[in-house]
C-alpha cells in the first residue's frame, strides 16, 4: 500500500485532500523563496514566509502521522528560526542546501501523486551548511 492509500485508509479523505491541495502549492513556492533569501530587499520576508511553509508541514505531516515528513521539516523549521535572526541574505551553501531539501519535498510529492510507498530522506540533507555568510 502506498502513502496516499494509507492516508486515505486512516483519515477522512476532505483532511487528505485539502493537505495534498496545500502541499502542492507549499512545495510550488519553495524554490522561488529560497532563491530571494540571496536577496537583500526580499530576504526578511521569504525567510519568514519559508519558515511558515515548513511550520505548516511539519504540523499538517505531523497530524497525519507521516513521520519523515514531519521530522524533516520541524529540522529545517529549526535552522530557517537562525536564518530569521540573522537578517542578511545567506550563503551559496545554505542556497543548495535549502534547493536539495526542496527537492526531497517535491520527491515526496511525486510519492504521494502515485501512491508510492515514501522515499527515505537523503543523508546529505542532514548535513547543516555553515549557516552564516
Known amino acids: 500500500m502506498g502513502i496516499r492509500s494509507e492516508l ?9 485532500d485539502e493537505f495534498l491541495d496545500h502541499y502542492s502549492m507549499m512545495v510550488e513556492s ?25 511550520h505548516n508541514i511539519k504540523s499538517a505531516s505531523g497530524f497525519l502521522k507521516i513521520t519523515p515528513m514531519a521530522k524533516l521539516s520541524a529540522f529545517v ?3 530557517l528560526e537562525i536564518l530569521r535572526s540573522m537578517h542578511t541574505p545567506i550563503s551559496e551553501e545554505t542556497v543548495t542546501w535549502l534547493l536539495l531539501v526542496s527537492d ?3 520527491v ?10 515514501l522515499s527515505k530522506i537523503r543523508y546529505t540533507l542532514l548535513k547543516i551548511p555553515y549557516l552564516e555568510k
Do not use: C, G, H
Open 8 to 16: 486515505d485508509a486512516n483519515f477522512d479523505f476532505e483532511i487528505v
Open 30 to 54: 519553495m524554490e522561488v523563496m529560497i532563491l530571494d533569501l540571496t536577496k537583500p530587499e526580499l530576504y526578511e520576508r521569504s525567510v519568514n514566509e519559508l519558515f511558515r511553509v515548513f
Open 77 to 79: 523549521e529549526d535552522e
Open 104 to 106: 526531497m519535498f517535491a
Open 108 to 117: 515526496w510529492q511525486e510519492d504521494l501523486k502515485l501512491d508510492k510507498e
